[in-house]
């Protein structure tokens, strides 16, 4: 009594603990820190306003959820650390039975759950989920559970994606109807249950290859079809992307409601941004930062998801005098292949060239034969070894083929089914064959055009090079701009690049009096 304690008080407390003489000594002891024992006779009053009583036995042990510190339950991370004496003693049964189950990762209290959890759970190190995965693991031996949840298998719903697969027996069976009845609905990012389900879902479901939803969209996309009639973007395979809540570049603009109002925001706030598609990624929660024309200033740093990415590289890299934005895209880039820059933030780590002076040498030895971005050169190793192979087949097959062709990004021309007027040579074989054709119909037309430029007459575009009389004005291409020039400028003599007068840059060729100062420009 005197203590403030009733006798029926004490002996509860003293029946919930081991040691009584422990109780108000001086130091918080976790096992007598419990209401019926006044929080260890008041020893645990400051610790527990602090929540740090754990500290007393686990000096060094931090967690943001000390409550859940010898609960009983074998808690893994930062609890079932040697700092945190293993969750407080909870975890040291489990890390005898699973001493390579990295709990680090899975959560201790899930296996053996009785359900199968896949992933890091459905392990030999962890027993396969304490033995909850052996019988999905014998009826799907080749279902992957890093990409599927098992006990989500077999569960009564379609789940699509890698759930809707023959190794995972078609979500096992539950797709099998589904896939009969919509042979085209393919698409991984389909939710196949709620096809049909009587609400319309909009995307993914909203597509033709899904009947519209499964025919609940049908009613909506009617309605969009007669609210913007004069959106000549439109048509009967892309009705349900108009107003699905995402903004889409082809839909932007006044006779299709600006996406049925779904780029009203991104049009206010981000006006000077010009992606060339989905302008619905900005913003997304995702930082697109392998493009860069997504993580740029005019479209807000991909509407701010990429802005703390781009604040860690400037503190990772501030020596880095590149656009930070490009540092660790996934893609090697010359300039940014320097210490100051973390060789590309990684990205450039294992591609040794120094000579090469390609600007992107992510390419470079990557299994394929890149001719076309200038890095089938010795300084760049021949694509990396990419085309050793190549090049020595097409040497031996046109051995008088000049070297500004065999050992350059033209190689690839020779023989690709594309006539192509560099390597329209005879010393190249007419392109490996690939020109012959053609070459004997111009030659036929225009005897006096230069052979090797055949590919380039009449092939719709008016082409300086062959817009001159013995190629027949470039086959007739360059007809309509040979006019303008006659009309506009009479005196001008330069009709082989009648092409180049007005059309936005000056060109010095035609940068004379009688030629208007080209054009004006």
């Known amino acids: 009594e005197e203590c403030g304690y009733?006798?029926?008080?004490?002996?509860?407390?003293?029946?919930?603990?081991?040691?009584?003489?422990?109780?108000?000594?001086?130091?918080?002891n976790h096992k007598n820190n419990i209401p019926e024992c006044g929080y260890d006779f008041g020893d645990c009053t400051e610790c527990n306003k602090r929540g740090d009583c754990y500290k007393v036995d686990y000096p060094n042990c931090e967690l943001d959820k000390p409550e859940f510190l010898r609960d009983g339950l074998c808690h893994g991370g930062d609890y079932n650390t040697k700092?945190?004496?293993?969750?407080?003693?909870?975890?040291?049964?489990?890390?005898?039975?699973?001493?390579?189950?990295?709990?680090?990762?899975?959560?201790?209290n899930q296996i053996g759950d009785?359900?199968?959890?896949?992933?890091?759970?459905?392990?030999?190190?962890?027993?396969?989920?304490?033995?909850?995965?052996?019988?999905?693991?014998?009826?799907?031996?080749?279902?992957?559970?890093?990409?599927?949840?098992?006990?989500?298998?077999?569960?009564?719903?379609?789940?699509g994606g890698g759930y809707n697969t023959e190794e995972c027996g078609y979500?096992?069976?539950?797709?099998?109807?589904?896939?009969?009845?919509?042979p085209e609905c393919t698409s991984e990012e389909i939710v196949p249950y709620k096809v049909g389900d009587?609400?319309?879902?909009?995307?993914?479901?909203?597509?033709?290859?899904?009947?519209?939803?499964?025919?609940?969209?049908?009613?909506?996309?009617?309605?969009?079809?007669k609210k913007y009639d004069q959106c000549n973007s439109l048509n009967e395979t892309d009705v349900g992307f108009l107003g699905d809540s995402r903004c889409?570049?082809?839909?932007?603009?006044?006779?299709?409601?600006?996406?049925?109002?779904?780029?009203?925001?991104?049009?206010?706030?981000y006006h000077d941004c010009t992606i060339p598609e989905n302008p619905w990624k900005i913003g997304n929660g995702e930082c697109d930062y392998w493009f860069p024309e997504y993580n740029s200033e005019e479209c807000g740093w991909d509407g701010g998801d990429c802005i703390n990415r781009n604040k860690e590289m400037a503190e990772k890299y501030p020596d880095c005098e590149e656009e930070i934005r490009f540092i660790g895209d996934g893609f090697c880039y010359a300039p940014f292949n320097t210490e100051e820059c973390g060789w590309d933030g990684g990205d450039c780590l294992g591609i040794d060239y120094p000579n090469c002076l390609a600007l992107s040498l992510s390419a470079v030895g990557d299994g394929n034969c890149d001719w076309d971005i200038n890095i089938?050169?010795?300084?760049?190793?021949?694509?990396?070894?990419?085309?050793?192979?190549?090049?020595v087949e097409m040497k031996s097959i046109n051995p008088d083929c000049p070297s500004n062709v065999t050992e350059t990004k033209?190689?690839?021309?020779?023989?690709?089914?594309?006539?192509?007027?560099?390597?329209?040579?005879?010393?190249?074989?007419?392109?490996?064959?690939?020109?012959?054709?053609?070459?004997?119909?111009?030659?036929?037309n225009y005897s006096n055009c230069t052979v090797k430029y055949s590919p380039l007459v009449h092939n719709g575009e008016c082409n300086y090079i062959t817009n001159i009389e013995g190629c027949g004005w470039d086959g007739g291409d360059c007809e309509e701009e040979n006019k303008a020039l006659e009309s506009a400028y009479p005196s001008c003599t330069e009709m082989q690049y009648s092409a180049f007068v007005g059309d936005g840059n000056c060109d010095v060729i035609t940068n004379i009096k009688e030629c208007g100062w080209d054009g004006g420009d």
């Open 114 to 159: 009785g359900l199968c959890q896949g992933g890091d759970y459905n392990t030999k190190e962890c027993s396969y989920d304490r033995g909850d995965c052996i019988q999905f693991n014998s009826d799907y031996p080749k279902c992957d559970t890093q990409i599927v949840d098992p006990h989500k298998v077999g569960d009564s719903l379609c789940q």
């Open 198 to 225: 009587g609400f319309c879902d909009g995307f993914p479901q909203n597509v033709k290859e899904c009947g519209w939803d499964g025919g609940d969209c049908t009613e909506r996309n009617d309605n969009i079809e």
């Open 6 to 28: 009733e006798d029926n008080d004490c002996l509860q407390c003293k029946n919930l603990i081991e040691d009584v003489s422990l109780l108000g000594n001086g130091m918080c």
């Open 83 to 108: 700092e945190c004496g293993y969750d407080g003693g909870d975890c040291i049964d489990f890390n005898n039975n699973y001493p390579e189950c990295d709990t680090k990762i899975v959560d201790p």
């Open 171 to 182: 979500d096992g069976g539950n797709c099998i109807q589904f896939n009969q009845d919509n």
């Open 248 to 269: 889409h570049k082809e839909f932007n603009n006044p006779e299709c409601g600006y996406d049925d109002g779904d780029c009203t925001v991104f049009n206010k706030i």
């Open 410 to 444: 033209f190689i690839n021309h020779l023989n690709n089914g594309t006539c192509e007027f560099e390597t329209n040579l005879e010393e190249c074989g007419w392109d490996g064959s690939d020109c012959e054709e053609i070459n004997e119909l111009v030659q036929s």
């Open 376 to 391: 089938n050169n010795q300084g760049c190793g021949w694509d990396g070894g990419d085309c050793e192979k190549l090049n």
